[in-house]
């Protein structure tokens, strides 16, 4: 079936380091990816999202990029901090604005001081 | 802005018993999912609605799950009976109708069965 996976389950890097988190699909037809943060105890929280149409974009400290002949997706966050420390998700959308977020396993990143 | 509340944030009950989640979206948005997480794994879709219309609840174990949002707004899901492979975050999101496909999550309901 479609799924969204994620290569590593976790991700270990040194404060002030740049962490690279990736992410491959399954479904040629998606057209929006979105990425979440999730700190413990808390909802998942909007990060960045790209859309089909593009293959960067950039938000403060963080990059998304979408490479569609491969199906991959990846999270680059810049000079990480411990307050980035948290479990993160891709997740596909493939039915325009009536379909449904598919989520990931997501990934561990842990911070080191 | 207030974001998404839930309520309760956590609940312990044995199994067999009946439990309720409650669900305020962000106002003005007209779509509402609830969804289930497990340990160590993302969200997965149980409902979503349209205002109030459930638009999408195939993944919805229907035997025993049932969703409300009577009047479009606030939103109720509820397990009965409850099993020990229920005990799950139950999260609950909203997202303005059009524009942007961004979910607004809440900080969730942590449900333990035994």
């Known amino acids: 079936g479609e799924s969204v996976g994620l290569h590593l389950p976790t991700l270990s890097v040194q404060e002030g380091d740049n962490s690279i988190i990736n992410c491959a699909y399954s479904n040629s037809a998606s057209d929006y990816f979105i990425w979440y943060k999730q700190e413990s105890g808390k909802g998942p929280q909007f990060i960045i999202d790209?859309?089909?149409?593009?293959d960067k974009r950039q938000g403060q400290r963080v990059t998304v990029l979408l490479n569609k002949t491969v199906k991959h997706l990846s999270l680059q966050i810049a000079a990480t901090q411990p307050g980035d420390s948290a479990v993160y998700f891709c997740?596909?959308?493939?039915?325009?604005?009536?379909?449904?977020?598919?989520f990931g396993k997501g990934t561990k990143l842990s911070v080191k001081p | 802005e207030a974001g998404v509340v839930q309520s309760p944030r956590y609940k312990i009950i044995e199994k067999k018993q009946p439990v309720a989640f409650w669900c305020n979206p962000i106002?003005?948005?007209?779509?509402l999912y609830w969804y289930r997480q497990n340990l160590g794994q993302g969200p997965e879709l149980l409902i979503r609605y349209e205002n109030e219309e459930a638009v999408d609840d195939s993944q919805l174990p229907k035997d025993r799950f049932s969703a409300e949002r009577l009047k479009g707004v606030d939103s109720t899901l509820k397990i009965q009976p409850a099993e020990l492979g229920d005990s799950a975050v139950y999260l609950c999101a909203s997202k303005p109708s059009g524009g942007s496909d961004e979910q607004f999550f809440g900080p969730g309901t942590r449900l333990t069965v035994l």
């Open positions: 997740a596909e959308n493939y039915g325009g604005s009536q379909g449904n977020l598919i």
């Open positions: 790209i859309r089909s149409n593009m």
């Open positions: 106002s003005g948005h007209n779509t």
